[in-house]
């Protein structure tokens, strides 16, 4: 393969280490924020935090410190990045911002960024109601995410025939309906009995419509990129879209335990069991991420907390289907904004919009 592929243009350029530290610290730092933001609390400290010999169990969230200092980080990235194009190290530069001046990108990846915060989110906590809800085992809760690559699948094959008849922006579109489809359906159908076949058909139909958004979106991103920037673009581009998943996975997350601690608590305070009790059923359920609820099954004494918790965490995958789908829509609506001129063919001479 080596002697079939031309040797790739080298590009003359220095590395830019405090801009490297920069962006790892900053998006290491968000990534830090956005997931543990649950566990250690988002202002204050509600759970302590050990590394090595240092503890941190009072004060100020250790999430909420890593979260200022990212935007400090990400701010100081970026403002390197503008000072290093206008002095005489330009070369040096990590990203050049003025691709964003090019509508297609700088809309594209707004959009991208939206997608992200839906697309995969709900994925991360459908395995835990698989499991506790409705008692699927870890095996056969992996065998039941399998629909969305058999539907993603289906959707690459599908896309060579439309290649032709639609543009990669429609077919961005087609992909993220098909997504707020399935994401929609999902939360409207759970339940603490839902068929296998109700799950797998939805999830195919959402898997499909990924398949067709995720192969083209890049496309539609990059159409207005010169074909020497078309690296740092794509870079760029993958970013946007892992900072989306993050925020997603971290959003939707904690609106599903959210719901599912507020919930129990308030069923099982409603049906008579003593506030201090109830509050403890449901930091056991919640705290386990939910396998707390087959051991309360197993006891006939306390088969009451386990069928609160399969109802609460159902409630939790409904609010979050809809908050996806939401977020997924959002999506489609701003594709409206990207320049329809991305979806016409490569040897297009039309030039693009620089606003």
């Known amino acids: ?36 933001g649950r566990t250690y609390g988002w202002i204050t400290t509600t759970h302590p935090m050990t590394i090595g010999g240092f503890r941190w169990d009072s004060g100020p969230s250790p999430v909420l410190v890593a979260l200022v200092l990212s935007v400090l980080a990400l701010g100081g990235f970026l403002g390197r990045q503008v000072l290093l194009r206008r002095g005489p190290d330009a070369d ?14 700088r809309n594209g990846n707004v959009a991208t960024l939206i997608i992200g915060l839906g697309e995969f989110g709900i994925v991360a906590v459908m395995p835990l109601w698989l499991q506790f809800t409705l008692g699927y085992s870890a095996v056969q809760s992996g065998l039941a995410l399998v629909p969305i690559a058999i539907g993603s699948f289906i959707a690459s094959g599908a896309s060579f025939g439309l290649a032709g008849k639609a543009s990669p922006l429609n077919m961005v579109r087609l992909g993220l309906a098909l ?43 990059l159409a207005d990129i010169p074909e020497h920037d078309n690296g740092q673009a794509s ?3 993958r970013a946007f879209r892992q ?20 919930q129990v608590d308030s069923d099982l ?11 403890q ?60 001129r991305t979806a016409e063919s490569p040897t297009s001479t039309t030039q693009p919009a620089l606003v």
């Open 243 to 262: 900072l989306g998943s993050a925020l997603g996975i971290a959003l939707l997350t904690t609106v599903f335990f959210t719901t599912l601690s507020s």
């Open 269 to 279: 305070t409603a049906a008579g069991t003593p506030p201090a009790q109830a509050q």
């Open 92 to 105: 040096k530069a990590l990203m050049d911002l003025s691709l964003f001046r090019r509508a297609s990108f």
């Open 281 to 340: 059923f449901s930091h056991a359920i919640t705290s386990s991420a939910g396998a707390a609820i087959e051991g309360f099954a197993a006891q006939p004494e306390t088969r009451e907390i386990a069928e609160a918790g399969r109802t609460a965490m159902t409630t939790g995958i409904t609010f979050g289907g809809y908050l996806a789908a939401a977020f997924v829509l959002l999506g489609l609506i701003a594709t409206a904004f990207i320049p329809s």
């Open 235 to 237: 870079g760029i581009q």
């Open 1 to 36: 393969m080596l002697l079939c592929i031309d040797r790739s243009p080298r590009v003359p350029g220095r590395l830019d280490v405090a801009g490297s530290v920069l962006s790892v610290l900053g998006l290491g730092l968000l990534a830090f924020g956005l997931v543990e």
């Open 179 to 221: 997504e707020v489809v399935g994401l929609a359906a999902l939360a409207f159908f759970a339940a603490t009995d839902s068929p296998w076949w109700t799950i797998s058909l939805i999830l195919c139909v959402y898997g499909v419509g990924v398949g067709f958004a995720t192969a083209q979106v890049t496309n539609v991103v």
